[in-house]
């Protein structure tokens, strides 16, 4: 028995799992481009159509396999590699979008932003001259910031965002309720989308706490004009929710996990019949 327990656990927690990889292991990966972006579709409510996909980056390491981003994007900020990292996610995100484009699927594209990323003007001007040489219009990439980073001095990150803004970028927040920002921050950032965290979604058909969460967002974020996307759908019960709430988008399991950009084209036809069905 305890060899079977030792096994299992070991099983359910393999080594990878605890490992948090350090600079120089993040560094080469970078180099090597071992950092791979998948996308997760979000689609809308309404109607199912597919209003863009969540840049996800994994890293396909050579022995450990599939590694996580909990395992290594908290460090890439800690050892000043994060904005190297934001770039080359960025870098194949534009180059796909600009392939979906090509072949007639005008997706928007959002991308993770770190706090870390925006300490400095410089971070404004390399997401606009990358946009600029891919030739992907600004309109067609979201920037995702976690709500729970909106926090000390903002001076220096409220001007980035306002100036990205001005440029047509769209700015989302992030796993919006496990944070502490202010209204008043929510007022002097001017994002035009709100992700209500996945803890308050799944399940808030059938928990009451969840669910004064998950209207209390919904309401402010409608009264701020912003678009509402609901994160970790992952049941017909949670869909049914947000189609009675008027949830805009939605994004989860439920609809698709996030996949290499390979298999996109594929699901998106799948998807499309199965809407239409
Ligand atoms: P996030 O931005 O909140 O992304 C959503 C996470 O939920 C993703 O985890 C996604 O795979 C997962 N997810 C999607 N659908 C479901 C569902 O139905 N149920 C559940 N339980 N989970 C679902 P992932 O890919 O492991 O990423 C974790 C976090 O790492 C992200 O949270 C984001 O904060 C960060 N991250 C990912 N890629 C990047 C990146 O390129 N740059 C930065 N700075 N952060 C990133
Ligand atoms: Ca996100
Ligand atoms: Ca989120
Ligand atoms: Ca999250």
Redesign the pocket.
Known sequence: LMKFVAQSSQRSTPEKLDKTYHAIAIQKAIHAQE?V??Y?PKVRVTDGKIAGV?????WHHPVDGVI???QF?TA??KCGL?DQ??RT?LVQALEQTKIWQKLGCDLKVA????MD?LTSLGFQDMVVDLAAQANVPASSIVL?I?ESQLMGDMRVSLEILTRLRLKRFHLSI??FGTGHSSLAQLRDIPFDEL?I??GFV?RAYEDQTLRAIYDASLALAKQLNMQVVA????NRADWELLRQTGCDLA????IA??MPAEQLGGWIKQWRERIAA
Request: hydrophobic residues 30%; charged residues 25%.
């Open positions: 950092l972006n998948y997760q969540e840049t996800l980056v994994r996580y981003p909990s994007i890439a900020e994060i990292l934001t996610v991308v993770n932003v770190s990323n995702e976690t992030d796993d992700k965290d996945q799944h994160e970790g759908v992952e994004q989860g399991n439920f996990a996030p």
